[in-house]
């Protein structure tokens, strides 16, 4: 079945069969090798992209139910001129090691600052318990999130 | 791993629906949020011919509060039930129960529907429909019909729905602004699936009497499970030390749940007991 999406703000179509995750499309039929599949089905988050604004588990989605979606993967976080505010806390506070979560916990994160720019740390923690990461312990993740904050709060105030 | 081959549809209308699922002859599937149901394809659980994608019929996807109770749509994802700030007055114990649903991601696609429909004992939604008294609205090929919850879950997994019958919404009945309830789940990450919770809610006279108590349990057993020992010995009643003693001690007592990897049997049961004490010690001394 052909299907068309937004994907990062750009208009694509692929062919894909039914039993095509979403996750799975975005990596082989799109080329955005960013969004990783971990447990493929539905524990890890290390999967998680935005879809019409919503964080959900790319794994547990399929890729003919984003027809007429809008989707970003962590690639379409990324800046032009380097990385956003999010990332660049995740590389301050070494909230990465083997970075396999990183994609997950970058979209998680980002969807729940922009709904919620002033997510306590009890929230934020809550938040992530559903994207497991084996390296970092998860405290510098949430000393991460909890720094961008003023970015996202800074970004909400401009608009 | 990978999910099973399946054809795929994404009707219209819930006569389109339906006419698929017949068409499929027990081999097609309907699908809602499918955060439950994708994973158990993808452990092979579940090899259906055809999904019949909910995600386009209008109508399904609305809460609405009335003089009955509340009417939750189908398609009701758990993020909607807990941006709606109206449960928190018109069924509390509902909000208190979803906190515990599943992880953020899970709970901006899954949905009220799909859980009942999946009917799984651990699951938070099948025990609060059981505990309430709700009824379930379906249609299929017969017509339409309301199941209440009790005659609903057959099994673990397994419902009194036919293959061509769809639920198009979930009736939680009118709830009394002097209602005392509670709500309590312990598991060993939260969001993770509970190694037991109890759901219980109750209303009392005024000296402290009580009267109509309801008790549910999760994850004790293969349905969701109503402690019908346990709510006798609670009603006429009045909440104190003694009675929470003596009423975790039925409710303990009646369940019979099955030991697995993550908890032994006698510690379900122990948890029941704990959680029950818990829950109608938060009940009595949440001010009205």
């Known amino acids: 079945m052909k299907i068309e999406l937004e994907v990062n703000g750009a208009a694509v179509s692929a062919e894909v069969t039914p039993r095509m995750t979403l996750a799975d499309c975005l990596r082989h039929e799109l080329h955005l090798t960013g969004t990783h599949v971990g447990c493929e089905h539905g524990v890890c988050g290390a999967c998680t992209v935005i879809v019409n604004g919503d964080a959900v588990r790319g794994c547990l989605m399929l890729a003919v139910q984003a027809q007429g979606a809008k989707v970003t993967t962590v690639e379409g976080l990324s800046l032009e001129e380097g990385l956003t505010p999010l990332q660049q806390a995740f590389k301050h506070h070494h909230a990465l090691q083997c970075g396999f979560c990183t ?12 709904d919620e720019p002033e997510a306590s740390e009890e929230r934020i923690r809550d938040v992530i318990s559903g994207n497991i990461c084996r390296c ?3 405290v510098p993740i949430i ?7 003023a970015s996202y709060q800074q970004s909400r105030g401009d608009k | 791993m990978k999910l099973p081959h399946f054809d795929y549809q994404a009707p219209a209308s819930l006569d389109e629906a339906v006419a698929l699922l017949v068409a499929g002859d027990g081999g097609a599937r309907p699908l809602a949020g499918g955060q439950s149901f994708v994973p158990i394809m993808a452990f092979r659980l579940a090899e259906p011919s055809m999904l019949v994608d909910l995600r ?11 003089d009955e109770g509340v009417r939750i749509g189908a398609m009701v994802r758990w993020r909607d039930l807990l941006d709606d700030a109206r449960l928190a007055s018109a069924l509390p114990l509902l909000p208190a129960a979803i906190d515990h649903v599943a992880h953020y991601q899970i709970r901006n696609r899954g949905t009220v529907g799909g859980s009942l429909a999946h009917a799984d004992p651990a699951a938070e939604m099948p025990t609060i429909a059981l505990t309430c008294d709700a009824v379930i609205d379906v249609i299929g090929s017969k017509g339409k019909r309301s199941i209440p919850a009790a005659d609903l879950f057959t099994g673990p997994l397994m419902t009194s729905l036919d293959s061509d019958e769809i639920i198009t919404s979930v009736l939680l009945p009118a709830w009394p602004a002097s209602r005392r309830w509670g ?14 919770g109890i759901a219980v ?28 020992k346990a709510e006798a010995a609670l009603n006429g009643r009045k909440i104190d030390e003694a009675t929470l003693a ?14 697995d990897i993550h908890a032994s049997a006698r510690y379900r049961k122990a948890l029941v007991g704990t959680l029950l004490s818990r829950a109608l010690s938060a009940a009595a001394n949440r001010k009205a």
């Not at chain 2, 060993?188 to 509970?194: C, L, N, S, Y």
């Not at chain 2, 003596?246 to 030991?259: H, I, K, L, R």
């Open chain 1, 136 to 138: 970092t312990g998860y």
């Open chain 2, 201 to 228: 809610f109750y209303d009392e006279d005024a000296s402290g009497v009580v009267a109509n108590a309801h008790i549910g349990a999760i994850s004790v057993g293969d349905t969701p499970l109503r402690l019908s």
């Open chain 1, 103 to 114: 994609p997950g916990m970058l979209t998680t994160l980002h969807a729940l600052l922009t």
């Open chain 2, 246 to 259: 003596e009423v975790a001690a039925v409710a303990s007592g009646e369940v019979d749940p099955n030991g």
């Open chain 2, 56 to 66: 386009k019929i209008p109508g399904l996807d609305q809460i609405e509060i009335g």
């Open chain 1, 143 to 149: 000393e991460a999130a909890m720094d961008a904050r």
């Open chain 2, 183 to 196: 709500f309590q789940e312990f598991s060993r990450r939260r969001g993770d699936f509970a190694l037991a």
